[in-house]
Every structure is written in C-alpha cells, then in structure tokens.
C-alpha cells in the first residue's frame, strides 16, 4: 500500500517510524513532514488544509490510504471532500466526518453531546455576545477557579483559568467582545473547574467497534511543578499508575461506549481516533475535553507501546474487518521528554543546529519541529520527543533524561519533572 501521513509533528513522526515497520506498506508520503520522517519516507511541502492540493499528491502518488494527524483538514472536512470527490471516494482515510470532528472543533457541540448522552464531565454554559450579562451571573454563581474555553479551536490557546471573579468576567468580555480569539471565541463555554489527576484515554474505531490504547499523561506547563505558560505539551508517560483495568473498565463504561454509542444514535461517521482528555475526580472519571485525532507528545509515548501492525488496523477499518484485528501492548512503560527552543511557548528562533543525535542507542527520537537532511535544525518551539521504555517510569525517565542530556543546541529547554505526581 502507499500511505499518504498529513501532518509535520512528533505525532506524525511517530506514526511515520510505526507505519514503516509495516509489510502492507510500500511507499510512505509524509506531507509536509519533518527531518525525522524524511529518513522513513519522502516528505512533500503542501499545505495540507488546501484540499485540492492534498487530492493532486493522492492521485500523483496513487496514494491508497491517508491518515490525518492534526485537528484542523479535520473540522475542515478532508473527510466529506473526499468522500464527495469521484476520483478520491475509494481511497480509505482515517480520520472522522465533519459532523464527528465537531467534538473537538466546538466545545459547545461536544459539552451538548455529553449532556445528550449522559456522559460525566463539569457544569458548564455557553454564552456569546447575546447573552454575556447571564454569563457574568453564571461566573457568580460559581466556586473558585473558573474556566473559560473558546468554542471553536484556538491552537491550543483557548482554554483560561482564574482565580478570581472580576478577572473571570473580564477575560469572558475580552474573549467574546473583543474578539481575543477571533472567531474562535464569539462563543464561549464557562464550566466548573474540576479539581484531581488528569489523564488521557485513545480509542481507534470504525464507528461501530473501538479498541482502546494505552492510557498516557502529558504535562502542559512549561515550568518544573505545573508551572508557567501552557504549551502544546512538555513530556508524557504511559501507562498512568493509576488507570488499572478496574478503572479503564469503569471508563470504557460510562465514556467509551456512550460516546460511540451517541455518534451512532446521532447518525455522524466516525472512523479513526477518539482522544478522550479526562480528570479523576476521587476516582470518578469525567471528560475535560474530546480531541478527534491522537494527542502530541501521547502519541510518542502510546504508539511505542503497541505490538501490533498498525497499518492493518488501519485496513481493517476501511475493509470491514476491524472487530476480527487483534491489539496487542507491550508491558513496558514509556517516557517521552520534550526539548523545546528557548522562549518557548512565546518566541523563539529557528535553525539553530542540532548535535548529538547520532548518539542515542537507548532511546527513540521522534522529530517535532526539525528541517534538514545531513544538518538537521530547529524549525519550532518543541524542537524533539525523546522516547524511552523501562520496566519501571523511574528506569523509562532515567533513560530518556541521560539520553536528553546528549543532544544539544542553542537553548535548549526540557522539563526534568515529567511524571513528578505519579
């Protein structure tokens, strides 16, 4: 088969490296990938929410299967386009409709989906410019903190938490008139905060049937504790210590099947990932947050994890065969370190070079923001995703900081904590 990966992050770095193992695959677009995947396939320079470029690099490289990595060719639609599209119709793409990809492209859709179908997440309401007095009383009406989400995406900077009320109330007005997020935030959705241990939780489904991925937890913040400015995620482990089959059970249960249940009943198409960003709230699960693809850095500490040939997972959804596929996960436990460009998450430069990468025997590289062949340089704020295994997340974190320690260039950062609450 020739797959076809959208996407330029460690995520798809990280499916890229899995793919390739793979005795289905014969040739390996990324598009518009990194230097990391570069060495397992062939990059090509698109932008991959220009739908009718994606279809001229399907039918020039006879492309017979595409996974989407990132939420926006998503909310955008790349599914429907190609199901619309007579020469794209048969191609199998992995990746939900846009009615499914609303979970995450609307925090108002996905809060209404959850009440619709019984699923636990926090008290919540969504206001807009109509009705921003009842929200200021809805503010009120609330303990401390408070949490503000931009309805629509925001590259991950939609979501505010404050202490205090009038701070509240006025970022709600910054959010809604003033138009901080521009579209993104003309709704807005105030919910409790909810306080214990986050977690992630991955489905792969053909909108039927689901198998149900390692568990991972990924740290936001940029500073050591859970401090400083969100980022688009510092590190990750998986499994979670705490999410035993007694507990994924206990998910699975009262998230997992009323999810894909409620997208049936609603009579959306969904096929590929369901990210469920969830919080343990004294041992009861409930959704923070629907994400329709694979998370990033999760997925370079959850895709290690499997056994089994992805790719023919991938088949079997589009085949029909989906149910009969085994999952298998290896025992071991995965760390994942993120180094990032100085000034990270504001600015920063790129190209500065790399050094170092040819000497890492113990770990897995999983490229994030890198450019180059033989000279490879930075080319984002998360520049590289170390990832290693141990039989205990003390021997996966000792292995991945050693080997974080080798590779070099101008400010570089990492947080030395990753999985300090566990």
């Known amino acids: 088969m020739n797959i076809l990966i959208l996407g330029s992050g460690g995520r798809e770095h990280a499916f890229a490296w899995k793919i390739a193992q793979s005795s289905s695959c014969n040739k390996l677009i990324i598009a518009p990938g990194n230097a ?53 119709s048969s191609i199998s793409l992995i990746g939900p409709s846009a009615a499914g990809a609303r979970l995450e492209g609307s925090k108002h859709f996905a809060k209404e989906f959850m009440q619709r ?35 629509g995406l925001a590259a991950g900077k939609g979501v505010m938490i404050l202490e205090n009320v009038d701070e509240a109330k006025k970022e709600l007005k910054s959010m809604i008139i003033d138009k901080k997020f521009g579209e993104a935030s003309s709704k807005v959705v105030v ?31 940029i500073g050591e504790g859970d401090t400083g400015l969100n980022t688009g995620g510092m590190g990750a482990v998986s499994p979670v210590p705490f999410a035993d089959r007694f507990y994924i059970e206990k998910v699975e249960r009262e998230i997992i099947k009323p999810t894909i249940d409620g997208l049936k009943k609603d009579n959306i198409k969904y096929k590929g990932f369901i990210f469920f960003g969830l919080i343990n709230v004294n041992g009861q699960p409930k959704v923070i947050e629907y994400n329709v693809r694979m998370g990033d850095p999760e997925t370079e500490a959850v895709i290690p994890r499997i ?104 400010g570089k950062q990492y947080r030395g904590d990753i999985g300090f609450d566990l």
């Open 36 to 88: 990391g995947t570069n060495q397992l396939g062939t990059n090509i320079d698109i932008n991959i929410n220009d739908f009718d470029a994606v279809k001229d690099l399907v039918l020039s490289y006879e492309i017979d299967m595409v996974l989407v990595g990132p939420e926006a060719p998503l909310v955008n639609g790349i599914y429907d386009f190609f199901q619309q599209d007579e020469k794209l």
């Open 307 to 410: 056994k089994s040939d992805l790719l023919n997972l991938f088949k079997g959804i589009d085949d029909g065969t989906f149910s009969e596929k085994d999952l298998h996960i290896v025992d071991d436990i995965t760390a994942t370190i993120m180094l990032v460009s100085a000034g990270y998450p504001n600015d920063y430069k790129k190209g500065k070079v790399i050094n170092g990468l040819e000497d890492i025997t113990d770990s897995l590289l999983f490229h994030s923001g890198t450019i180059g062949d033989s000279n490879i340089k930075t080319n984002g704020g998360r520049v590289i995703a170390i990832t290693a295994y141990g039989n205990t997340l003390e021997e996966a974190k000792e292995t991945a900081y050693k080997d974080a320690e080798k590779i070099n260039f101008e």
């Open 117 to 151: 179908h019984n699923i636990p997440t926090a008290k919540h309401k969504t206001f807009t410019k109509e009705n921003i007095n009842e929200g200021y009383e809805f503010i009120d009406s609330l303990p401390s903190p408070y949490v503000l989400k931009a309805d």
């Open 191 to 221: 919910e409790e905060f909810l306080k214990g241990i986050e977690l992630s939780v991955f489905i792969i489904t053909d909108g039927t049937t689901y198998k149900i991925l390692p568990s991972a937890k990924d740290y936001k913040r």
